[in-house]
Each structure stands twice: as C-alpha cells, then as structure tokens.
C-alpha cells in the first residue's frame, strides 16, 4: 500500500521560509518523477514544481522559480520541497504527487496531480 504524507506547513510571515517534506511509505523514490502541487481557495490546483528522481531534472512554475527549490533524500526516502521568500499569494494547499513512470519533469508538469499514480493528503502553508 503506497502512502505520500506531506508535512512542514504552517502559518509564517511574508518574507520567511518553509521546508515541506513528501515521505513515501511502501514506494521508493529510485527513479520516476515527483511533483508538488498546489490549490488556493476558489483557484484551480497548479503544479509548482517537479523532479526527476532519477536524472535530477527539475521544473519550476514561473510563480515560484527563484524561489522554491525541490530536492530528494534518497536515504529518508523524502523529497522537500524549499519554500523561500514567501508572499500572500502562495497560501495554499500544498499537495505532493510521485509517478515512477515519468521520466522528465518537463514532461511531467503538463501533468494534473490525479494523472500521477500517487498523491498526498495535502498540508497547508498560510502566508501573511
């Protein structure tokens, strides 16, 4: 039974930074690609970033290039997702989504989180 659990959200003030984490139970992230997406109140969901696991490609939505860094810990079986200068606009829904079909996040980010054969629960990140 795959499980993604996302965590690290919370509530920070503009300005600062969070550090989300996508730990897999019963799925290990050795090859395929990872996205994280995310959904404000009333807006559709938006993917914001993605990794190849097993080439280490990554893809930023504009929103957030410069800012967010996504990255893997093979060893904690974990993948981050940093989250600097944080603005209002990002409070959301932060969702992480892993498919080990995938094999660029370039090719991935036209993906929706349901076409990945694994999501999360979601946590959620309040800026103010």
């Known amino acids: 039974h795959v499980q993604l659990v996302e965590s690290g959200g919370g509530s920070v003030q503009a300005g600062g930074s969070l550090r989300l984490s996508c730990a897999a139970s019963?799925?290990?992230?050795?090859?395929?690609?990872v996205g994280w997406f995310r959904q404000a109140l009333g807006k559709e969901r938006e993917g914001v970033a993605f990794?190849?696991?097993?080439?280490?490609?990554?893809y930023y939505a504009d929103s957030v290039k410069g800012r967010f860094t996504v990255s893997q810990d093979n060893a904690k079986n974990t993948v981050y997702l940093q989250m600097d200068s944080l603005r209002p606009e990002d409070t959301a829904m932060y969702y992480c989504a892993a498919d080990p079909r995938l094999r660029d996040a370039r090719v991935a980010r036209y993906l929706s989180m349901e076409d990945f054969g694994y999501w999360g629960q979601g946590t959620q990140v309040t800026v103010s």
């Open positions: 990794i190849y696991i097993g080439g280490g490609n990554t």
């Open positions: 019963g799925y290990t992230y050795s090859s395929g690609c």
